[in-house]
């Protein structure tokens, strides 16, 4: 195992002092955790669960898995056998352990990312690489390679033809891609799509993973739920590890998880809540001197107003609204915030009151 970085947000602290100091409170943007409820028909099948003395099948109910391929069909055109989806504890435990779960040597995430990429290939003892360019990668060879649309933190969709050109260039190093698309329902002014769609993947898995996440699409961030699935033959690899190691996911999150990921209803009205607070946060951002960056889908702005990035952060802790710092998510984003729209509606109006 390599070194593990600091952990990041602990340097956010003196901020969120000041922010929380705020006579009408703080407005926390900063870390994209889900404050609305979790759908009532979801609590009822966890609590329906709730008398389960057994272990748990790590690769899950057979309803659960069908659940994940029917919403996959549905929802996003990619088709994938039930026996392909193999639950996870939340996606950052894959995200975390897939570069050891793979063996690899050599692990490729996007320049601005999601911290675990790189946390994930320290743990494995490989060698990360941040960068957005296959072109720019050089001879060594890599074992996996992340991409992440619509991405965190930036809120960039890779179109379709970009990321078969990654298909394109893994397939022939014999390289997995492994597809974060735990922000794939939630597509504003472009629609993302899946790396296992036809048009990606010319209708073959072989190499390919697509991670998914019900954190955000169904409020299920304190219920840890998610999936992965794609290559019939890397998936059952998987399931053979996570067998031995004892990822588990209970038997009522389950339950819970095949309900959330065959209603519909419940997504559309979340995705309402997320666009109307979009809708109001975006001009007083730009009013206040923020320009927005990509953020065509997902839950967060990736904005600027030129400064430093922690000079940013400064400036809004003292209206009581705390953000992340844009270096957070690599060296590049060293004049970027990220501001989550994951705030009640409350707390958003009081954040557009704050900015006028
Ligand atoms: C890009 C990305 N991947 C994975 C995750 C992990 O989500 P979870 O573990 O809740 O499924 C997050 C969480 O915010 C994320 O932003």
């Known amino acids: 195992m390599n070194k593990l970085p600091d952990f990041p947000w602990d340097r956010l602290e003196p901020y969120k002092e000041r922010a929380l100091a705020h006579p009408d409170g703080i407005v926390d943007l900063s870390i ?3 404050v609305d409820p979790v759908p009532r028909i979801v609590q009822d099948a966890l609590t329906q669960a709730a008398d389960s003395p057994g272990y748990p099948f790590t690769h899950g109910t057979k309803a659960l898995r069908e659940a994940a391929a029917g919403w996959l069909s549905r929802r996003h055109g990619v088709t994938v056998g039930q026996q392909d989806v193999l639950p996870l504890i939340g996606s950052k435990e894959f995200v975390a352990w ?3 779960y793979l063996g690899a040597k050599r692990v490729v995430f996007p320049e601005l ?3 675990t990429y790189d946390v994930g290939a320290r743990l ?4 990360g690489t941040a960068s957005d360019s296959t072109l720019a990668l050089g001879p060594e ?3 996996l390679i992340w991409v992440n649309s619509p991405g965190n933190p930036t809120g960039r969709v890779l179109p379709a033809e970009h990321l078969r050109k990654v298909v394109a260039w893994a397939r022939e190093r014999g ?5 974060d698309e735990c922000y794939i329902e939630l597509g504003w002014e472009e629609r993302p799509v899946s790396i296992l769609h036809p048009d990606v993947c010319g209708g073959s898995h072989e190499g390919l993973l697509a991670v998914h996440s019900l954190s955000k699409r169904s409020n299920l961030a304190g219920y840890r739920a998610g999936f992965v699935t794609g290559d019939p033959a890397l998936v059952k690899r998987l399931l053979e590890t996570r067998k031995h190691a004892g990822m588990l996911m209970p038997q009522p ?3 819970a998880m095949a309900v959330a990921l065959a209603d519909d209803e419940h997504a559309d009205k979340q995705r309402e809540l997320y666009a109307a607070r979009r809708a109001v946060l975006r001009p007083a951002l730009e009013k206040a001197g923020w320009s927005i960056d990509h953020s065509t889908a997902g839950l967060y702005f990736w904005a600027s107003n030129g ?3 922690w000079d940013q952060v400064g400036k809004l802790s003292e209206i009581g609204i705390l953000v992340a710092p844009g270096e957070f998510y690599g060296s590049a984003g060293g004049r970027h915030i990220r501001i989550a729209v994951t705030a009640t509606d409350e707390r958003i109006g009081a954040a557009v009151r704050r900015l006028q």
Not at 124 to 127: I, T, V
Not at 175 to 179: D, E, G, L, M, R
């Open 32 to 34: 994209g955790t889900p």
């Open 98 to 100: 897939l570069p050891t």
């Open 113 to 115: 990312a999601y911290p």
């Open 124 to 127: 494995a003892g490989a060698a």
């Open 141 to 143: 060879p890599v074992d």
């Open 175 to 179: 390289a997995v891609v492994a597809s």
């Open 253 to 255: 999150v389950q339950a």
């Open 307 to 309: 400064q430093s990035a």
